[in-house]
């Protein structure tokens, strides 16, 4: 089983990305997946979490960043929208090997590499 998180970059605040994390060796359609981060200096925060039947978000993003899950592709996105410098941060998808979601870092098997997001002020 593989994650692969990728399409992080650098972008101004106020600006745009979208994360994508592929999966492989399951369909992870049935389980729970998340979004989590990596300031320098800081501990691996939760950004969001995505199952079937519920989304949720820290309140740092809510409002800001969504959760989408393509089937036929196996892929989580992280559609990022109007990001501040305080966004910045390496990005990490993980996937549970249970329903529903989790804030939880332990509920969580699966872990991608990472990929940088530097939101330039």
């Known amino acids: 089983v593989q994650l692969q998180a990728f399409g992080g970059g650098l972008v101004q605040a106020g600006g745009s990305l979208r994360l994508s994390c592929a999966a492989s060796g399951r369909t992870f359609g049935r389980y729970g997946m998340g979004w989590f981060r990596q300031a320098p200096g800081k501990e691996r925060e939760f950004v969001g979490a995505?199952?079937?039947?519920?989304?949720y978000y820290s309140d740092s993003v809510k409002g800001r960043f969504t959760i989408s899950w393509d089937n036929a592709k196996n892929t989580m996105y992280l559609q990022m929208n109007s990001l501040k410098p305080t966004d910045t941060a390496v990005y990490y998808c993980?996937?549970?090997?249970?329903?529903?979601?989790?804030?939880?870092?332990?509920?969580?098997?699966?872990w991608g590499q990472g990929t940088q997001v530097t939101v330039s002020s």
């Open positions: 995505w199952s079937r039947d519920n989304t």
């Open positions: 993980a996937a549970r090997v249970y329903g529903g979601t989790s804030d939880y870092e332990g509920a969580y098997a699966y």
